[in-house]
């Protein structure tokens, strides 16, 4: 019994050392392009938007226990074969992280740092596309835990094919 009590107080011990804090959320850049104007405004074509979503991650440490995730959204749209508009945010965090176990330290940092910053470079995607004199532009949200589980399978599935060529 008094194993199982130490052990759980070792438990507890462990957990209350483990932090998550959101230092900061900043735009790092953010561009917008419109290379058709003002002739797309001019032309009275009818207007079907073809939306493409780009996605792209990436982190980097600094001291001991401080992570900085920037999240880059890249937002093509096009009239049938012209580009109406190009957005591109980075949205970037610095996080506290102490006492993570280094097993969560990829999903922690691969999702769930994206998925706190999207809300932000979502905001300023709509803000820029509007200044734009477009249509609104909402994004719908974003499963980062799917994309993540997604990276690290083709991450294995190219470790696989390059240790097949070796042998």
């Given at each position: 019994m008094a194993n199982e009590e130490t052990g759980a107080a070792a438990t507890d011990a462990k957990e209350?050392?483990?932090?998550?804090?959101?230092?900061?959320?900043?735009?790092?850049?953010a561009s917008f392009e419109s290379p058709m104007t003002p002739h797309v405004?001019?032309?009275?074509?009818?207007?079907?938007?073809?939306?493409?979503?780009?996605?792209?991650?990436?982190?980097?440490?600094?001291?001991d226990d401080l992570y900085e995730a920037i999240?880059?959204?890249?937002?093509?749209?096009?009239?049938?074969?012209?580009?109406?508009?190009?957005?591109?945010?980075?949205?970037?965090?610095?996080?506290?992280?102490?006492g993570i176990p280094e097993e969560r330290m990829?999903?922690?940092l691969g999702s769930f740092c994206p998925t706190q910053l999207?809300?932000?470079?979502?905001e300023e995607i709509?803000?820029?596309?509007?200044?734009?004199g477009f249509p609104q532009l909402p994004l719908e949200p974003v499963n980062f835990d799917a994309l993540y589980a997604q990276h690290l399978q083709?991450?294995?599935?190219?470790?696989?094919g390059s240790e097949k060529t070796t042998h």
């Open positions: 209350a050392e483990q932090m998550f804090k959101i230092q900061r959320v900043y735009l790092k850049d405004f001019i032309k009275q074509s009818q207007w079907q938007p073809q939306v493409a979503l780009n996605l792209h991650t990436e982190t980097a440490k600094f001291d999240l880059t959204v890249t937002v093509t749209v096009k009239n049938g074969d012209e580009t109406v508009y190009l957005t591109e945010v980075k949205q970037a965090g610095l996080f506290l992280i102490k990829g999903p922690l999207f809300p932000f470079a979502r709509y803000s820029l596309v509007q200044k734009g083709q991450q294995r599935e190219t470790e696989a």
